[in-house]
């Protein structure tokens, strides 16, 4: 009797154990984590922010909502994890006077394909970095207070089909990289800038466009051995500080004369062709 008594209070627990846990309410399932910025981006983001004067851009950002950040676009890289990888950066700072730089820290996004900069609140150098995004398909930096060199490896970069760097204060010469451009390279715009220097023969066909700079001289032999140098682009130099003769074989080829009064006329004011056929043009 005793044992029996023994046995239903044993049944009685392990019943009792297993009625309270099906009693309890079954653990929500635990959703996918929410959309995020990979840390890597979001670190450079913030030092572009600080360095560049970001209290002053056109789009306020609150450091803590990355929803606020205007400008930044990105692409799913992780599913899983739910995580982006910036692809377009566009930045405006229009002050009348510079208020930050371009942190080198840029050459950490490299999810980069698109890269535009406005404004006069930028200044200081380019950041030599920017030839680490290997992603890139467009640069865009126009009416900006940068200065000084054309870092070596941004006109180079392999995706690149596209760049403009007009209205700043860029100066010195192309870099050497302007003959090593990628196939996929079609528009190279460095207008309005104060750019010198020799031109080397051998830049494949793009549109390079150089108007409003300081050259003092036009490579004729774009001209005459355009097909030879595979030259299928364009060269433009006008409104810079050109000057000399024109010589012989060009003036007397209609063709060649042509190419150079596109290319060429009219320089700034003071400067020009002492021989050119066409009207002389008072310039600024």
Same mark, same amino acid.
């Given at each position: ?164 760097? #007009?209205?700043?204060? =860029?100066? $010195? *010469? &192309? %870099?050497?990289? @302007? ?5 996929? +390279?079609?528009?190279? /715009?460095? #207008?309005?800038?104060? =750019?010198? $220097? *020799? &031109? %080397?023969?051998? @830049? ?5 466009? +150089?108007?409003?700079? /300081? ?19 364009? +060269? ?23 190419? +150079? ?24």
């Amino acid at each position: 009797m005793e044992k029996n008594h023994y046995i239903v209070w044993i049944a009685f627990i392990i019943l009792s154990i297993a009625s309270s846990c099906s009693s309890d309410p079954d653990p929500s399932p635990v959703g996918p984590p929410a959309p995020h910025i990979s840390r890597q981006d979001s670190l450079a983001l913030v030092a572009l922010y600080k360095a560049g004067g970001g209290e002053f851009w056109d789009n306020k950002w609150d450091l803590n909502d990355f929803s606020t950040w205007t400008g930044v676009g990105g692409y799913l890289s992780d599913s899983a994890t739910n995580e982006y990888r910036v692809e377009k950066l566009h930045l405006v700072c229009n002050t009348p006077f510079p208020k930050g730089v371009l942190s080198e820290e840029i050459g950490k996004l490299t999810g980069l394909r698109v890269l535009l900069i406005d404004g006069k609140g930028f200044e200081g150098a380019l950041p030599t970095s920017i030839s680490n995004l290997k992603n890139l398909e467009e640069i865009s930096i126009v009416g900006t207070s940068i200065m000084g060199q054309i870092p070596e490896g941004i006109l180079s970069l392999p995706k690149v089909w596209r760049i403009i760097m #007009s209205e700043c204060e =860029l100066s $010195g *010469e &192309l %870099p050497k990289d @302007i003959t090593e451009t990628a196939p996929s +390279l079609t528009i190279v /715009d460095l #207008s309005r800038n104060h =750019l010198r $220097g *020799e &031109l %080397p023969n051998n @830049i494949k066909g793009i549109r390079l466009d +150089l108007d409003y700079n /300081d050259y003092t001289k036009f490579p004729f032999e774009y001209i005459i051995q355009r097909e030879e140098l595979s030259f299928k682009g364009d +060269l433009y130099m006008k409104h810079n500080k050109i000057t000399g003769i024109i010589p012989d074989s060009i003036l007397n080829n209609p063709k060649w004369i042509g190419d +150079l009064n596109l290319y060429t006329n009219p320089q700034k004011k003071g400067y020009g062709y002492a021989n050119a056929p066409w009207p002389k043009i008072n310039n600024n």
